[in-house]
């Protein structure tokens, strides 16, 4: 059987050990359409940079070469992509990958038009404060393999299957071990002990919990949504936003997930680098979202939609109305238990109308800008090797295949 993926890492490994210790410099050869992402933005088409039958040249830890292959420069090694496609690792900048427990059964009931409320999570919460830290840090890993088995290479981690001090500031710590893009989600909901005095949560999530998380944090999230009795008001939503602004972590709100609400216009309003879900947006909304283009990133879930039953967000009236957008896997066991990026790509083209390019483009650098990262999400001289390999002969087979595993992330 022929295993690509298998031969290309025994490749990397036979000429890596020596690029890194000589530093000598490698050829990425024969690839059918390198997708740099890092085009002129006037189309998603120019933005995506597409060179064809392309090389690249990696050396002392960043690309220091990209162009069409018949102008590619010497170099001291050389592995063969045998005209396959190359794009950035994809970012995957909403996820609460840190769970234990089991909500299958949530799923199905959802699958016969029970509502997502947001009432499940404290079957998460329970299961999850009950797991060891080993347990934990398994499945944590457990998942991250798998994600990058799919192309991801850089991932967001949420906290908020603690919901106090000491568990909280676990799952930050734990999230912390794996990758920077930590968020602090203690706001996610108001956990039944606290159900009769909110204020008294809120209080906590704003003192001692973020004490205790804002160090290994890099963000501060919280679930503003007025029409989930767990979740938060705009008041509640502000009050613990604002809170960790002042501890020092940057914003990005869930909002407008179940229903109009003011999470878009707080986000906008705190200069907050994400709102995520964006399914029920009003034109204010969407205004708000066009003047903050330059600093507030839509992030789009479609995997929620699709594992919920419920309308997708209405992703081409924000892009032609001049939005930035992103699209993340949001993977968590209520939601969507999928981290399968090619997948969210997938239902983007399919359920959401974005041209394969502009969902390619959301994925990669517009994810990348969600998290206010400017080296990743894009392939560029002087910036890392951080890729994806598509076992096509084009990037429109991510969409074109769905479920099919011919993505592999990609890293020297
Ligand atoms: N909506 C809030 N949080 C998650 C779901 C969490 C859960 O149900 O466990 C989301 O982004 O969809
Ligand atoms: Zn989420």
């Given at each position: 059987m022929?295993d ?8 990397i ?9 000589d ?7 024969d690839i ?9 933005g006037?189309?998603?088409e120019?933005?995506?940079g ?16 990209l162009?069409p ?13 045998r ?7 994809f970012v995957?900048?909403?996820?609460h ?5 089991d ?6 009931a ?48 949420k906290?908020?299957y ?19 893009e ?14 009769s005095?909110?204020?008294?949560y ?27 009795a ?6 509640e ?7 960790g ?7 990005r ?10 999470g878009?216009?707080?986000?906008v ?12 947006l ?13 600093t ?15 309308p997708?967000p ?5 892009i032609?109305?001049g939005v930035?957008v ?12 999928s981290?399968?990026?090619p ?19 959301a ?7 969600s ?9 560029a001289?002087g ?21 099919v595993?011919?993505v ?5």
């Amino acid at each position: 059987m022929r295993d690509f993926f298998g031969a290309l890492r025994a490749d990397i490994a036979a000429t890596k050990g020596d690029a890194y210790s000589d530093g000598s410099s490698v050829l990425i050869a024969d690839i059918a359409e390198l997708v740099t992402c890092d085009g002129p933005g006037e189309t998603a088409e120019s933005a995506l940079g597409i060179i064809g039958d392309a090389a690249l040249i990696h050396q002392h830890g960043e690309v220091v070469w990209l162009g069409p292959a018949t102008e590619a420069p010497a170099a001291d090694r050389a592995v063969s992509l045998r005209g396959r496609t190359m794009v950035p690792g994809f970012v995957d900048s909403h996820t609460h990958l840190i769970f234990a427990g089991d909500r299958s059964a949530e799923f199905a009931a959802r699958m016969t038009g029970v509502p997502y409320d947001g009432g499940g999570i404290a079957t998460t919460v329970a299961a999850t404060r009950a797991a060891t830290d080993e347990q934990l840090r398994d499945l944590l890993h457990a998942r991250l393999a798998e994600l990058r088995r799919q192309g991801t290479t850089t991932v967001e981690v949420k906290s908020g299957y603690g919901l106090d001090v000491a568990a909280e500031s676990r799952l930050v710590g734990l999230a912390r071990e794996v990758t920077d893009e930590v968020t602090y989600l203690g706001g996610h909901v108001v956990p039944a002990e606290y159900r009769s005095d909110r204020a008294a949560y809120v209080d906590l999530v704003t003192t001692e919990m973020l004490r205790a998380c804002a160090p290994h944090a890099r963000w501060v999230d919280v679930f503003c949504e007025p029409a989930s009795a767990h979740a938060f008001d705009g008041d509640e939503a502000r009050a613990i936003l604002t809170a960790g602004m002042a501890a020092g972590l940057l914003p990005r709100v869930h909002g407008n997930q179940l229903a109009p609400g003011p999470g878009v216009q707080l986000a906008v309003e705190l200069r907050a680098a994400s709102v995520d879900h964006c399914t029920y947006l009003t034109d204010a909304d969407v205004d708000a979202l066009v003047g903050a283009a330059d600093t507030t990133v839509a992030t789009l879930l479609p995997g929620v939609e699709f594992s919920t039953r419920s309308p997708y967000p209405d992703a081409r009236r924000l892009i032609d109305a001049g939005v930035s957008v992103a699209i993340a896997s949001d993977c968590n066991p209520g939601t969507c238990y999928s981290n399968a990026m090619p997948f969210m790509i997938a239902l983007a083209v399919r359920e959401m109308r974005m041209t394969p390019a502009e969902a390619l483009l959301a994925a990669t650098r517009g994810a990348a800008k969600s998290l206010r990262r400017t080296t990743i999400g894009r392939l560029a001289v002087g910036g890392p090797l951080d890729a994806a390999v598509v076992d096509a002969p084009s990037y429109l087979h991510l969409a074109y295949r769905p479920g099919v595993p011919i993505v592999r992330a990609f890293g020297v």
